[in-house]
C-alpha cells in the first residue's frame, strides 16, 4: 500500500461526529494566507481533510471576475465551514453567518468573536451571546474560544456543536500553552473538543490528539511553512499518530528508572 492507502486504512475505522456530521480525516484546514487559492486546494488534498474553513469577510465566493476559491477548494470535494473571521461583535457574527445561509445553504458554522487587540483572543462574552443568537435561529455552531473550562462549559450548554479552544493566539504558532485546561475541557466535553488556532509544527498537533482532542483545526502553520503540501503533509501524519498514541494508551510517567529488562538471573 502507498502512504495515503496507509493512512486511508488507519482512519477509516475511526470516526468522529459533530451535528450529526460523521468525518473521517481528523484534520481540518483553513483557507487563507496561501499564496493563490491552487495552492491551498493542493494542501486541503495532501492534509487529507474532508472539511475547510472559509472566512466569509476574506475569501472570494461570488466575484467570477476575480480568483474565486471554489474554482479550486471544490464544495462537492470538502464540507465547507463559513466562519466569522474578522468579527468584533455578537451583531457582526450573527449577521455574517445569516447572511452566509442565504447564499449558500451553510447551517453548520464556526464562530469567532475577536478582541480588538493584538493577541486577538476570543471576546468570550459577546461569544457567548452570539451563540445563543445562532443556535435559537437554527444554526449548527461550533465555537472559538480560550482554553477556558469554565467558559467551555457555559458554551456546551448553551448550545454548542463543538467546543475549539485555542492552543495559542491566532496565527501565533506557539503550540499549546495550557495543557491542564485543555485537558481538562476534553474531560468534561460532552461534544466534539478541536483545538484551533497557535498551532505551528507537526509535534504541535500530535501533542493535541494524545490529549484526546477529536481533531485540529490550523490554517498559518501550513499556509506560511515554506513548503505548504508538504507540511498537510507533515500534519496529517501527526494527527493521525498523536490518535494512535491516544487510542493506545501511553505508559506510565515515572519519578525513577524502570529497566527493560530484569535485574534479577543477571550472569
Not at 503550540?175 to 468534561?188: C, D, K, S
Request: glycine content about 8%.
Amino acid at each position: 500500500m502507498d502512504d495515503a492507502a496507509n493512512l486511508a486504512a488507519v482512519a477509516a475505522d475511526d470516526t468522529w461526529t459533530v451535528a450529526g456530521r460523521t468525518f473521517r480525516s481528523r484534520l481540518i484546514v483553513g483557507t487563507g494566507k496561501y499564496k493563490d487559492y491552487a495552492t491551498n486546494a493542493a494542501a486541503a488534498e495532501a492534509a487529507g481533510a474532508e472539511i475547510v474553513t472559509v472566512a466569509l469577510r476574506r475569501v472570494n465566493l461570488s466575484d467570477p471576475s476575480q480568483p474565486m476559491l471554489v474554482d479550486h477548494v471544490k464544495p462537492e470535494r470538502f464540507t465547507f465551514l463559513p466562519n466569522t473571521a474578522g468579527c468584533f461583535t455578537g451583531e457582526e457574527a450573527v449577521r455574517t453567518l445569516r447572511l452566509a445561509r442565504e447564499a449558500g445553504g451553510w447551517n453548520l458554522v464556526k464562530l469567532e468573536v475577536l478582541s480588538n487587540t493584538k493577541h486577538l483572543l476570543p471576546d468570550m462574552e459577546e461569544t457567548l451571546r452570539a451563540l445563543k443568537l445562532l443556535v435559537a435561529d437554527g444554526f449548527e455552531v461550533m465555537v472559538y474560544c480560550t482554553d477556558d473550562p469554565v467558559y467551555a462549559q457555559k458554551l456546551e450548554e448553551a448550545g454548542a456543536a463543538a467546543i475549539m479552544p485555542l492552543g495559542a493566539p491566532i496565527g501565533s504558532g506557539r503550540g499549546i500553552q495550557n495543557l491542564l485546561n485543555l485537558g481538562l475541557i476534553v474531560e468534561q466535553a460532552k461534544v466534539p473538543v478541536l483545538v484551533d488556532a497557535g498551532v505551528g509544527t507537526a509535534s504541535d498537533a500530535a501533542v493535541a490528539m494524545e490529549l484526546g482532542c477529536d481533531a485540529v483545526l490550523m490554517n498559518t502553520a501550513i499556509a506560511e511553512a515554506k513548503d505548504p503540501i508538504r507540511m498537510a503533509r507533515a500534519m496529517r501524519h501527526a494527527v493521525i499518530a498523536g490518535r494512535e498514541a491516544y487510542l493506545a494508551g501511553r505508559m506510565p510517567k515515572r519519578m525513577y528508572a524502570d529497566p527493560s529488562s530484569p535485574l534479577s538471573g543477571l550472569i
